[in-house]
């Protein structure tokens, strides 16, 4: 028996993208702000990447390969990019900055995903099993012990036992991403918020969540279950081994389960519920701290204060910043949720973990919850309050890494577009 599934809920394991995070809160807008025709002055490169907007303030970006507008003789000389002239070499010289801000656009978002879901999954992977672990007796609410305990698992078992479960992952996040399109497809239920949003247009698209994350919750399921199931006692399986058990889970085919698991109808509640606000806090966080950041910048750029290099830095780094402020905000207000809700999913699945707190041996799952009440009340009483916060240690380590490479990035690139000037 293998079982499987993605990372934290972040709606299902899904942070969103520059495209979803605009959907909701659409009252803060991401914009200029001179004037709304500057909406058609962000040059997008590819649209999905988060940090891969490319705005510069109070001027146009020309098309690519097309030199910048030349300026009047009787007034001061403006390059439109920096690095650029007004001489005959301009041309040039902006075609290369040019060329030089989209790559660094792109490597930077790209940076920000690989961090998210490649750098960080042994800090979920080892969360997930905290969490799921009722016997344990180690807590690991710092990141001194969580860094030991994945020492012992990499010793023990190989680097295979902290990446385990990573393409599940992705798979969670392409049926969330896939589920939400076609159900905006054929329903007038909108992927996106207009600026001039009402109650009921709030209500049509957090309905759309809804049954997004009703559609993707199998494979969430089954995407957890391989997540934290033990490398010492499971088979090697195949990437697509998270849809046959999704699949299997809606139809009550394949791995056969105890009489304890929990029907999905019972699991919809909290796994909605926890999808939703998920998503309602990180966007509201992530629009907010937009918000500051874009102000900031202007109130420094209508002070002439900002070298050629900090106003290309100030097109990219507020979206990384507000995508990493929200979604560290929304893990930790929303990670007791997080931990009734893998406990749910996971029990009667058969599921074997390691043992957190030695570092070796295997423990069994054998929870008998009736549902999201009994589950909240049990770790309540058994475990503690901290019990609802086991393996939080992981998220400092999650978040503070997010952090380093965000700024690694930042100064590799300021290095770059200085040498470029």
Partial sequence: MHPRRPDGFDGLGYRGGARDEQGFGSAFPARSFSSASDLSHWVTTPPDIPGSRNLHWGEKSPPYGVPGPSTPLEGPAEEPFPGGSSGGGGGVTGQSSEQLNRFAGFGIGLASLFTENVLAHPCIVLRRQCQVNYHARHYHL???????????????????????????????????????????????????????????QIGEHLLLKSLTYMVAMPFYSASLIETVQSEIIRDNTGILECVKEGIGRVIGLGVPHSKRLLPLLSLVFPTVLHGVLHYIISSIIQKFVLLILKRKTYSSHLAESTSPVQSMLDAYFPELI?????????????????????????????????????????????????????????????????????????????????????????IIYSTLLQNSV
């Fill in 322 to 410: 507000a995508n990493f402020a929200a979604s560290l905000c929304s893990d930790v207000i929303l990670y007791p949720l997080e931990t009734v809700l893998h406990r749910l999913h996971i029990q009667g699945t058969r599921t074997i973990i390691d043992n957190t707190d030695l570092g070796y041996e295997v423990l069994p799952i054998n929870t008998q919850y009736e549902g999201m009440r009994d589950c909240i009340n049990t770790i309540k009483q058994e475990e503690g309050m901290l019990g609802f916060y086991k393996g939080f240690g992981a998220v400092v380590i999650q978040y503070t890494l997010h952090a380093a490479v965000l700024q690694i990035t930042k």
């Fill in 142 to 200: 710092t990141p001194f012990t969580v860094i030991n305990i994945m020492y012992s698992f990499n010793k023990t078992q190989g680097p295979r036992a902290l990446w385990k479960g990573m393409g599940s992952t992705f798979i969670v996040q392409g049926v969330t991403l896939g589920a939400e399109g076609i159900i905006s497809e054929f329903t007038p239920l909108p992927r996106e918020i207009s600026h001039k949003w009402n109650p009921k």
